[in-house]
């Protein structure tokens, strides 16, 4: 009992002082620990089975060899020095023998160690039982350096105790300590477990990732915080729910569910989930099927990454990408169709130039020479005031300025230019129409007069230019947009109409309907830079049309209805007409015209009357003498220069303002000649006429 208790010892030291050490391969700790053993083993040797006088028996042997096959050497030889530094103290007749049993069973149990590294693994009481045999084998033979005449003796009265005792106990101890050691380790692993599941847990919860676990059913049965703080749900919202009617879109929740159901996931895929408010997520995620010990499936964790804004970044850049490569594609059709726009007048220009030089050239064919150059000429200025326009939009150089408009003006000039315009008259079956309702004539506000009249040039040219037969009509009214007063223009035709799906793109730079029309048509840059006027105008610009049956734009202008006091600040360049209760006859056979000069000369307390051609002014002339007559020279019936000959031949005296919409040096001269005092040229700016007024009333 007393050595069962010291082998306990010897076992509870293998626990505390080597399994628990963290310090095991310092030398100092190997020659205390193997102190210890010498001391278990003398305490061992103190308290033998006496077989003969001086001939003591204990179970060194079993700690010995025990220690060689666990300690290994260093603690194992510090303890054979012991306990054989002791037995030689002891001396006697089996001091040799006991001796031998010391270094023969350390050194086996060291060999044994070394020689059977994996004596542990599997079959270790064989092991044990092999080794507790050697040892006791050579202690037996280690009989033999006893004297002579006690060997027989002693091995009779030690084999048994060697077979029930000392093999058995080195069995014994042998398979505690390795229990001991296995016990060690699994209390360590587990030990390892709960903390890495602790720090596992605590990652999961905390870490900037989604992570979730659904059952079988894909019903929640955990979600982190992270999650709920994305997706802006509370957990008691959404535990134990179902993780598809929550959260999956629902185009993909049958082919979600079905995955689940069949535990067919995959380990990664990028998708996007519903947040609480119903907008998406883009999560990229990392699944795993969950399985207990007997290895049946009991649901899925997923790890997710927010990757909405990368998505989103990945979506604009695509977009830019896209946005620049047409861009690119755009200006390099624009620089084509451009040369060819420049190229045709230029070649015009240049062509007729020369043969304007050639000696024997009558007048006709001079001025029909004269008038192409002229016309070329316009025409390339417009293209370059076009490309200005353009560059002037892009690099926001492009400049509004705000001034009192009237709107009388606008209309009648826009119809007044046209109507005389060179595209018009090409077109003898097409016809232009103003409709300007009355309430809106001696219309006041606050815009800039040159790019709206601009943007409805635009669109008007546009018009005539894609019309064949037909009416374009153009117009205004006033209309609230958006809780703000805005003007609304409009241009319609009957031409060839415009495909729907071309509706927005036509007003982007560069765009035609068909890129490679430019042939018959122009460069494509007219409505984007009315788009650019118009937004800077903070209105809004748009089409309605029909393939084969016309197109009608729209555009408004915006107008702030505190105008009035705002007025007499703006800085305007408008003269005032001077003139006062006189009497005046507007000598003019376009009804719109007349009553544009009509609207323009309101307020001034004259009497106007209006003469619709030359033999009406004639006639009216012969009753009264005007202070005024403003005098259109291309009136049918009679024309302006016969009525000024027979004005003359009457000897009338009064003042006669030509207008003509020839913008000739020439017609001024002949203006004059002919008796007129002044000249004003179509279309009729409100300053000019005032002024050529003025003048003309206080020479
Ligand atoms: P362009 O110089 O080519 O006329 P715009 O920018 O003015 O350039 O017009 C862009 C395109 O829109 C034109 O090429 C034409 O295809 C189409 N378009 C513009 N106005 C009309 C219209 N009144 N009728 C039919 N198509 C039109």
Redesign the pocket.
């Known amino acids: 009992m007393q050595n069962v208790a010291i082998l306990l010892a010897f076992a509870l030291l293998y626990d505390y002082f080597w399994l628990q050490s963290r310090k095991k391969n310092y030398l100092l700790k190997k020659i205390f620990i193997g102190l210890a053993i010498g001391a278990i083993t003398l305490i061992l040797m103190l308290t033998p089975g006496v077989l003969l006088p001086g001939i003591v028996f204990d179970v060194r042997s079993v700690v010995l060899s025990v220690s060689g096959l666990f300690f290994g050497e260093i603690p194992t030889i510090v303890a054979m020095i012991c306990a054989a530094s002791y037995r030689i103290y002891l001396g006697g007749d089996g001091m040799y023998m006991g001796i031998a049993v010391i270094f023969t069973a350390g050194l086996i149990g060291v060999l044994w160690r070394y020689f059977r590294p994996a004596w542990r693994d599997k079959k270790f009481i064989k092991e044990l039982t092999l080794m507790g045999l050697l040892v006791h084998f050579v202690m037996l033979t280690c009989t033999m350096l006893l004297p002579e005449d006690k060997i027989l003796s002693t091995i009779e009265n030690i084999a048994i105790p060697l077979i029930v005792i000392y093999i058995p106990s080195t069995i014994l101890i042998g398979w505690f300590m390795v229990t001991q050691e296995k016990n060690f380790k699994n209390k360590r692993a587990n030990e390892k477990l709960v903390e890495s599941e602790r720090r596992f847990s605590e990652l999961l919860t905390n870490v900037h990732l989604l992570s979730i676990i659904v059952d079988n059913d894909g019903n929640i049965v955990f979600c982190n915080e992270f999650f709920l703080k994305l997706t802006g749900y509370r957990y008691y919202e959404i535990a134990g729910k179902s993780w598809i009617d929550t959260f999956v879109l629902k185009e993909n929740r049958a082919e979600i569910r079905k995955s689940i159901e069949n535990h067919d996931v995959s380990n990664h895929y990028e998708g996007e989930i519903l947040n609480k408010n119903g907008n998406t997520i883009s999560v990229f995620w990392s699944n795993v099927l969950l399985k207990d010990e007997t290895g049946t499936v009991t649901g899925i964790a997923s790890i997710g990454q927010d990757i909405t804004d990368k998505k989103l970044s990945e979506e604009k850049l695509l977009e830019a990408k896209r946005r620049a490569e047409e861009s690119d594609r755009l200006k390099s059709v624009f620089l084509s169709?451009m040369s060819h726009e420049i190229r045709t007048p230029l070649n015009t220009v240049v062509g007729f130039s020369e043969l304007l030089s050639e000696k024997n050239l009558n007048d006709k064919k001079r001025k029909e020479y004269f008038d192409i150059v002229k016309s070329s000429g316009n025409k390339l200025i417009e293209i370059i005031n076009d490309i200005l326009d353009i560059s002037k939009l892009e690099t926001k150089q492009f400049k509004i300025n705000k001034s009192v408009c009237y709107l009388n003006e606008i209309m009648y000039n826009t119809f007044e230019s046209f109507k005389n315009s060179a595209e018009l008259k090409n077109k003898p079956n097409l016809t232009l129409q103003m409709d300007f309702p009355d309430f809106l004539q001696d219309f006041e506000f606050e815009s800039d007069t040159n790019r709206i009249q601009q943007v409805l040039d635009?669109?008007i040219?546009?018009?005539i230019?894609?019309?064949e037969k037909g009416t374009i009509e153009f117009g205004v009214t006033s209309n609230l947009i958006n809780g703000i007063q805005s003007l609304e223009f409009y241009?319609s035709?009957t031409?060839?109409?415009?495909d729907e799906k071309?509706y927005e793109l036509?007003?982007e730079r560069f765009?035609?309907?068909?890129e490679n029309?430019?042939h018959q048509?122009?460069?494509?840059?007219?409505?984007?830079?009315?788009k650019g006027i118009v937004d800077l105008l903070e209105g809004k610009i748009w089409?309605d049309?029909k393939i084969g049956e016309?197109?009608k734009?729209y555009f408004t202008v915006p107008y702030h209805t505190d105008f009035e006091k705002k007025k007499k600040n703006i800085k305007t360049e408008n003269i005032s007409l001077n003139i006062m209760n006189k009497r005046v006859i507007i000598a003019e056979d376009d009804k719109n015209s007349f009553f544009y000069l009509n609207a323009l000369l309101k307020g001034h307390n004259l009497e106007i009357s209006h003469a619709e051609n030359g033999e009406v002014l004639l006639k009216m002339l012969e009753q009264e003498t005007p202070d005024l007559i403003l005098l259109d020279m291309n009136m049918p019936v009679k024309s302006g220069y016969d009525c000024l000959a027979e004005i003359k031949k009457r000897g009338i005296k009064t003042k006669i303002i030509a207008q003509t919409a020839y913008a000739g040096y020439d017609d001024r001269e002949r203006c004059i000649e002919f008796g007129c005092s002044d000249y004003i040229a179509k279309p009729i700016k409100r300053g000019e006429l005032y002024s050529v007024i003025n003048k003309v009333m206080t020479d």
């Open positions: 169709n635009n669109l040219t546009n018009a230019k894609y019309t241009v035709d031409g060839i109409g415009i071309m036509i007003f765009r035609q309907v068909e029309a430019y048509y122009g460069a494509g840059i007219g409505l984007s830079i009315c089409v049309s016309g197109s734009f």
